[in-house]
């Protein structure tokens, strides 16, 4: 297994730019998320979904949009880049189990610069 | 709302020493909780979990104890390795919730 993969690895965007952050992932996983981290900062959730077309806000939605189209990819999508988004982006898997202690598979991330 | 606070980094030991890394949580119900590790330019992986009190994560050497009454899970390990210099992350995910709350992570440096 591949497990979560992430493309691509680094990307220099300007101001106003667009650009799709590519996940996916070959576990089956029915959960998806995107994180991003900033330096000195704990991972802030941007979007996650449940399942094939379902998606959800996070914490730290505005700025980005995401579809879930099928299983196993989960884009992440800027419309209008902005230098605040400069951070690394982590997108991440799961299978929910009961009691709520399921791991999450994490890719190895996206970083970001807008200038 | 549902929260993590670890001790700040870097934590600097040398090899061989005792390692304990703080983490207390603020959670609404039951938590599940977690520590996670980020190697230099990786992406986080899972060390250890607990999912109800009383229980103890443990894997490679470190080991964490879910204490309800405290609300903390802090993470030790007895003796350590230059290869455990990473960021150390402390989360939890409440019952009836799909997100993972993250703390802001603890560097720790191992100097031979």
């Known amino acids: 297994n591949a497990g979560v993969t992430q493309t691509p690895k680094f990307r220099i965007l300007k101001i106003g730019q667009s650009m799709t952050l590519q996940c996916a992932q070959d576990?089956?996983?029915?959960?998806m998320y995107w994180y991003r981290q900033d330096p000195g900062m704990g991972l802030k959730l941007i979007y996650y979904?449940?399942?094939?077309?379902?998606?959800d806000k996070g914490e730290v939605p505005n700025g980005y949009n995401v579809s879930r189209s099928t299983t196993e990819d989960f884009p992440l999508r800027l419309e209008l880049a902005a230098p605040s988004q400069t951070s690394v982006y982590f997108c991440?898997?799961?299978?929910?189990?009961?009691?709520?202690?399921?791991?999450?598979?994490f890719g190895p991330g996206t970083r970001l610069t807008v200038l | 709302g549902n929260s993590v606070t670890q001790m700040e980094g870097p934590v600097t030991l040398s090899e061989e020493a005792f390692l304990t890394i703080n983490c207390t949580y603020t959670?609404?119900?039951?938590?599940?909780l977690f520590w996670y590790v980020q190697y230099p330019g990786e992406g986080l992986q899972l060390l250890l979990k607990?999912?109800?009190?009383?229980d103890k994560g443990s894997n490679k050497g470190f080991e964490a104890t879910y204490r309800k009454e405290t609300t903390s899970f802090h993470l030790e390990k007895g003796s350590v390795q230059v290869s455990d210099s990473a960021v150390y992350f402390c989360?939890?995910?409440?019952?009836?919730?799909?997100?993972?709350?993250f703390g802001t992570g603890t560097r720790l440096l191992v100097s031979p």
């Open positions: 991440a898997s799961s299978s929910p189990t009961s009691g709520g202690g399921d791991t999450q598979y």
């Open positions: 576990m089956n996983h029915n959960y």
């Open positions: 979904s449940v399942g094939a077309g379902i998606t």
């Open positions: 959670a609404t119900g039951y938590p599940s």
């Open positions: 607990a999912t109800k009190a009383d």
């Open positions: 989360a939890l995910r409440d019952t009836g919730f799909q997100k993972l709350v």
